[in-house]
């Protein structure tokens, strides 16, 4: 079966601009994930959508950061303004209904903002 | 909220070396989960566990739960084995999430 694909899989830009990210999860997956993975740490998660309802979005810094799951398939990440800090690796992941269930991640993408 | 401690953060071997990587957490969990990144950023899954040992070539994974401790052993190690190892911890009810460790940077040396 196909994976979870991201695009772009690089992206460069200067702070205060505005960038969006995109994920296609596997097909049939209720449940998707994004986490922001700056460098030397572990994933974090941002937001988890159940179809294309939010289920966690506690960690997600609502003033600039911004996602949405239209129709329960695609999701969009979208910053906007850019900060130097948010230059981290974005990652989507998807998985079934249950939370105990495998996530799989796609490839992530890498955001330097300067 | 869970913490989940990884060690060591770094460390290099020699190809054919038996490899362990700890993992510790603080709460009571319902799975944890062993993933590989490697350069580049993909992430693939592991291993999930809530009990007991899972073996999957020369992957060994296993779970303490009184002690809220894992290990991930590799035996027969070799330089493609060089990755980061995450272990990710979700908690009881699952309304929290995976939470991460930082990682722990294998390399293998031929």
């Known amino acids: 079966e196909a994976g979870v694909a991201q695009s772009p899989r690089y992206k460069i830009i200067e702070k205060r601009q505005s960038v969006a990210f995109w994920c296609n999860p596997i097909s049939g997956h209720a449940t998707l994930y994004w986490y922001q993975q700056i460098l030397g740490q572990g994933p974090k998660l941002l937001i988890q959508?159940?179809?294309?309802?939010?289920?966690?979005d506690s960690q997600l810094p609502k003033d600039r950061f911004s996602a949405e799951r239209l129709k329960g398939v695609d999701s969009t990440l979208k910053i906007q303004p850019a900060k130097l800090e948010d230059s981290a690796v974005y990652l989507c992941?998807?998985?079934?209904?249950?939370?105990?269930?495998?996530?799989?991640f796609g490839p992530g993408t890498r955001l330097l903002v300067l | 909220k869970n913490e989940v401690e990884q060690s060591p953060q770094n460390l290099t071997a020699q190809e054919g070396e038996f490899i362990t990587i700890n993992c510790s957490y603080s709460?009571?969990?319902?799975?944890l989960h062993w993933l590989q990144q490697h350069p580049g950023g993909g992430i693939v899954s592991l291993f999930m566990?809530?009990?007991g040992k899972k073996k999957h070539g020369r992957l060994i994974a296993t779970i303490n739960i009184q002690e809220k401790h894992s290990s991930l052993h590799i035996t027969a190690s070799h330089p493609r084995d060089s990755a980061v190892y995450i272990c990710?911890?979700?908690?009881?009810?699952?309304?929290?999430?995976?939470?991460f460790g930082k990682g722990t940077h294998l390399i293998i040396q031929p």
């Open positions: 990710a911890a979700l908690s009881g009810g699952g309304a929290d999430g995976l939470t």
């Open positions: 959508f159940q179809n294309n309802g939010v289920v966690d």
């Open positions: 709460v009571g969990i319902s799975a």
């Open positions: 566990l809530s009990s």
């Open positions: 992941a998807s998985g079934g209904v249950l939370v105990q269930e495998t996530q799989y």
